[in-house]
Structure formats: C-alpha cells, structure tokens
C-alpha cells in the first residue's frame, strides 16, 4: 500500500484501504459515478411518490438529496464500504399510499413514524440483533438472496423502459413491450455493449454507455431536455411551509400508527440486510466465514439514516441495489459510496442535470448487474439439497411477489420444513428457527408490506 497522507491520492489510498483491496482512486470514482447515475431517478421517483399523498414535492428533493448525501457519506467515510444509501422506494410506497393515504394519517405524525423506525433499526443494529440475524443467515439463503434480487434487477429495469409490461388479457401476469420503441431499443443495445466493453475490461464501460446513450436521448428524444444548470434548494413550499423537524412523535406512538412502525422496521431489518449482503458478495467483501467486512457499521450507518430521514422530512433510507451497478464498475472501499454523497449534495444546486439521464440511460447497467447476480446460482451446494432449495425458492420469489422479505421469509421457512421431513433437523440451530418463525408471524398478522 501506499505511504499515508504523502499525497492527496495516497492519503486517500491509506484512509480507504484502496490498494489493499485492490481497486485505484480512479476506479473509486468511476463506481461512485457509475452508482451515481444508476441511482439518481430516486430523486424524481421520491418526492412524486410522496407529492401524491400531500408533500411539497420541492422540499422532499431537497430532502432526498440531504438523506442520500448523508447516509453515502456515512458509509464511506466510516463504513468504508461502497454501498450507497438513500431513501427506499419500497418504504416510500408504503408512507405514501398506506401510511397517509390508506389510513389518513396526518404527514407529522407519517414522519414521527419514521423516526420512530430509525430509532428501533437503530437500537437492533447497534445492540449486535441485525449482525445475529446476519451472522444467522443460512448460505443457500443468503446467496439465493443475490439471485432473486439480480431477477428483481433485471424486472423493474426491464419494466421501466417497456420491455416488459403488465399483461392486459388473461393469461400471464407480464407480457412482451413493444420492442421496436426506442427507449427498448437503447436499452438492449446498451446493454450488450456493457457486456462487449467488460468482456475487454474496458475502465469505465458502466458509465461511458450510461453516459453516451443519455447524449443520443438529449439529440433524439423530445422528452429529454436541457432545462439549465443551476437551481437554488428550497426548504420550503409555496405557502411557507418546511417538512424539517415538522415530525409529531407522540402522534406516532398512538396504538393505531404503532403496527405500521413495525411492519416498517421488519421490512427494513430483512431487505436491507439482505441487500448490503448482495452488494457486498457482489464487490468480494466478505471475509473467510462469508461475513460483511465492517458488516456492524454498515448496519448502523443504514439505519441512522432513517433518523435523518424523518427529521427532514421524507421516507425511511436504506443501502440501494443500485450500488451493485459500482461495484460491477469496480468499486470496493468507501471512495465509491463518499463520491455518490457528494454527488447528491451537489445536486441540491444543479437539479436540472437530474432531467438529462432518462431511464433508458441506466436501465442496461441495471440489467447488466442482474445478469452478474445470477451468478450466485454457481454458489449454491447441491450436495446440501434443502439449503439449495430453499435458496433457489428465495430466489423466485423475491421476483414473483417483488418483495425482498417475502423471499427471504419462505426461503427460511422452507429450509426448517425441509430439514425435519428429510431427517436433517440436527443441522438446524434455534437461530434458524426462531428467525423463521419470527417471519411466519410477522406475515400471517397480516403486517407485511
């Protein structure tokens, strides 16, 4: 490694390990852009998700922007891991359309129910009961859980650009798009150059595609438009009101909201473990015993970011998939996660640039990355049949129900089921039992998102 602090880039090289884990400065920052850029429709996505249930949209970007530069900043710089962090769409979905909307729960009281989230995720990461969960992770689970969420990867990138759409007839539920449009047609091409550039590791092939498809769409398609540079945040909305510190917390410890908090943290506890897990077998940072280096942190950082969340107010955080997309790019320390927060902070000054990526930009290196998850399948020991199953039953259903939990929830349950009828209860530990049964609960009360 590099002499500390002899130079900027050295003194970067020593604060992040970047040799060690054999990566560069330079390859840091083009995971960061790479992750940047596959993730940045969140700020489009989060604050209409929400304007729909009655947030000024223009404050919720701005606080989108803050929770996504802050928890990546965590993650970075004390983490040191390249997994960026930012508000769920999933949690989003469910603030919005159930939490306000679905049982008219004032926004105050919809942000105290945040926080209070933030809080618990807090206190489970920090007590070492989310490192349990994950040290408890069974390995067919666990690398059925990459599979199902490259599947999942490969749908919603699939779906946003209309290559696959919801069947309108009986039938499947999913049929074909019209595959001679244009943003299709990007993405298929996009994605099988990502795949000719890696083939020839061409540095950067991730975000050289992303970016040159996001030029041909400002010369060829109407829809995306150079709406200037440089815009000043605002805090506040047209009648001077401000989301930040605007929680009511007492409101959310009603009995009534308390369910809801719950199920959130449940939801948050499986997903995002089982998330920062995929991104870190995905970037080789797990060490002998397949455990997440600095796991603990990883853990913590995500869920404080669901404390900032609702303090300024918007949805809960959590590590994104799309992190994935910089570590296909390269990315393994810290640097890559730090140059998304500052990217995001950035953007609270030059929001109109968000307009220029349509989502046919990052669709292939989407797909591309659920392509490289699949690969989990090799991981799998068919000489231990049950775990095997139940990680491939993980898997299938993470894509069929689009819901991470759900997966993980009958991939545990089926693994203890399995184990008792084929006479192999002995390789079963209490941990085991008592997660899955913590989860069959959880989904037969009727809480699961």
């Given amino acids: 490694m590099s002499e500390p602090h002899a130079n900027n880039a050295d003194g970067l090289d020593g604060y992040f390990n970047i040799s060690a884990r054999g990566s560069t400065v330079r390859q840091e920052v083009v995971a960061g852009l790479t992750t940047f850029l596959a993730m940045v ?15 000024s949209p223009t404050a919720v970007f701005v606080a989108t922007c803050l929770v996504t530069g802050f928890g990546s900043l965590l993650m970075g710089l004390w983490a040191n891991l390249p997994m960026a962090i930012g508000c769920a769409i999933s949690l989003t979905a469910f603030t919005a359309f159930s939490l306000v909307l679905g049982q008219h729960i004032s926004i105050p009281v919809a942000l105290g129910a945040v926080l209070l989230m933030g809080v618990l995720f807090t206190i489970i990461s920090v007590t070492g009961i989310r490192a349990w969960l994950l040290r408890n992770l069974p390995m067919g689970v666990a690398h059925g859980t990459g599979i199902g969420i490259g599947l999942f990867l490969l749908l919603i990138a699939a779906n946003g650009v209309g290559l696959v759409v919801k069947n309108s007839h009986d039938g499947l539920p999913v049929a074909l798009g019209a595959l001679t449009s244009f943003p299709v047609v990007m993405t298929l091409l996009g994605l099988t150059v990502i795949i000719g550039l890696e083939k020839l590791r061409v540095p950067g092939g991730i975000l050289l595609v992303i970016i040159a498809i996001s030029v041909i769409g400002l010369i060829v398609d109407p829809e995306v438009k150079y709406q200037g540079l440089f815009a000043m945040p605002s805090l506040v909305d047209a009648q001077g009101n401000s989301l930040i510190f605007s929680l009511d917390i007492m409101g959310a410890l009603h009995p009534l909201v308390l369910p809801s908090v719950l199920a959130l943290v449940m939801t948050a506890v499986f997903d995002a473990t089982g998330t920062i897990r995929a991104v870190a077998g995905q970037a080789n940072l797990l060490d002998k015993s397949g455990q997440i280096i600095n796991g603990g942190k990883a853990l913590t950082a995500d869920s404080l970011s669901s404390i900032f969340s609702g303090l300024v107010g918007t949805a809960p955080a959590a590590v994104y998939i799309e992190s994935a997309a910089g570590a296909a790019a390269g990315g393994k320390t810290g640097l890559t996660a730090t140059v998304v927060g500052v990217l995001f902070l950035l953007l609270l000054f030059l929001s109109p640039l968000s307009y220029l990526v349509p989502v046919y930009a990052t669709a292939p290196a989407l797909m591309y990355v659920g392509l490289l998850m699949l690969s989990n399948v090799t991981k799998l020991d068919f000489n231990d049949f049950v775990d095997a ?10 894509v069929l129900t689009c819901n991470i939990v759900t997966g993980i929830m009958l991939g545990f349950s089926s693994l203890v089921i399995g184990r008792i009828f084929s006479g192999e209860w002995r390789k079963l530990t209490i941990s085991t039992v008592l997660i899955a049964l913590a989860l069959v609960g959880f989904y037969a009360s009727g809480w699961a998102i």
């Fill in 41 to 55: 429709y969140s700020v489009i996505v989060v604050p209409s998700m929400l304007g729909k249930a009655g947030f």
């Fill in 389 to 398: 199953m139940a990680g491939l039953l993980c898997a299938v259903f993470i």
